[in-house]
């Protein structure tokens, strides 16, 4: 049974006997809604996220003195990469199983005690942790503006970064002793053929469900819960203090410096919350449907009550893949200080001066008045 779900899964196997109440939905519509899912939208959303994921690396690359904020968005960015890539992998074994091509039924069962139970799930895992680190962080800051300078250092976050791998690595090894595949013989094909057995340990239902759950709760519903309740709190704290941030902004000119760093902490805090936001909005559908399995008597992660759910998981993880995409468009539009880096990047700092320059000599050659916001493009970047 493969706890952390992949479209590896042969869900028929395991379906109610009743299949006129399971097949609420017309077979054709399900196949085609899946076929959508893995081999349209997945596959497009994994080439642009790994561009967008890689110009994220070089954005951080080009940021000199690295903040610690800055370490958990590089930690992010590293997660996104592994999600991408294992739903291209979840990709390439839907159509392999559904069409039986590019990898036979023996490399897809090869794939099962390793990919499917343990490293497929892995990247969501860490990257929830440190969504909720974040939050947690952006709370405190909120709260405790005198005090986050103490805790929110660079050696304190590599360390939570670290705990961030390790912790869901480590607690997700029993997932690794579930199954275990083995060469025999088949009488039909006359060759050696590989065979998927579940383990004495992947053979304890209560165990294994105890196991399932607590991992669940752990590395899936806190994080998500977790996120949406504090940056909550973070969101109502920033609007209670804008008439007071308003009044210290008009101020700047007797505290400039206190007015630009205030307003470099305001600016981070918008950036992450529109991130947590966006996280919670990606994440909560597929948590919710995950919970809804989990709780209902009848319903297991590989038997569900009808072909619903079918359909359900691929487009809830579509969702999730979009989270892994998006970031590196809520950076340029929420941060002038990113959104010049990337102008850098691609030298449209430049392009866009000398466009300037040329639009005022000629304004100056012909005698033809043009406007200021034409002159001044990209002036409030």
Request: proline letters at 4%.
């Amino acid at each position: 049974m493969n706890r952390n779900w992949t479209c590896v899964e042969n869900i028929s196997s395991d379906q109610p006997l009743e299949r006129s109440e399971y097949m609420i939905l017309p077979v054709e519509t399900v196949r085609l809604i899946r076929n959508i899912c893995y081999l349209g939208i997945i596959p497009f959303l994994v080439i642009v996220g790994l561009i967008l994921n890689s110009l994220c690396f070089m954005l951080f690359c080009k940021i000199g003195k690295r903040s610690s904020t800055v370490i958990m968005l590089f930690a992010i960015t590293v997660t996104d990469v592994f999600t991408l890539v294992n739903g291209g992998l979840n990709s390439v074994f839907y159509a392999s199983q559904t069409y039986e091509v590019l990898l036979t039924k023996d490399q897809l069962r090869l794939t099962v005690p390793i990919y499917s139970t343990y490293v497929n799930a892995l990247p969501g895992k860490i990257g929830n942790f440190i969504i909720f680190l974040i939050s947690l962080e952006r709370l405190f800051c909120v709260m405790q503006p005198l005090k986050i300078r103490l805790y929110s250092t660079k050696r304190n976050s590599y360390i939570a970064v670290c705990v961030a791998f390790i912790l869901p690595a480590v607690s997700s090894i029993p997932n690794l002793f579930l199954y275990n595949t083995e060469q025999v013989y088949s009488n039909i094909t006359g060759q050696l053929t590989t065979v998927l057995k579940a383990t004495s340990y992947g053979k304890d239902k209560e165990i294994t469900n105890a196991v399932y759950i607590t991992l669940e709760i752990l590395w899936r519903y806190l994080p998500v819960i977790g996120v949406t309740v504090s940056s909550s709190i973070t969101a109502m704290l920033v609007l209670l203090n804008a008439k007071r941030r308003l009044i210290m902004a008009k101020d700047s000119r007797k505290s400039r410096p206190e007015s630009q760093t205030m307003n470099r902490e305001s600016q981070v805090t918008r950036m992450l919350l529109i991130v947590t936001a966006v996280f919670v909005l990606c994440q909560l559908p597929n948590t919710i449907l995950r919970m809804i399995i989990n709780i209902h008597p009848a319903m297991t992660s590989m038997r569900y009550l009808n072909n619903v759910y079918e359909i359900a998981f691929p487009i809830t993880y579509v969702m999730l893949l979009i989270n892994s995409v998006v970031n590196f468009i809520i950076y340029y539009n929420t941060s002038t200080v990113y959104r010049a880096k990337i102008r850098q990047m691609f030298n449209w700092s430049t392009y866009e001066k000398n466009k300037s320059s040329y639009s005022m000599s000629n304004s100056h050659t012909n005698c033809t008045f043009i406007p200021d916001h034409t002159v001044h493009t990209g002036s409030n970047f």
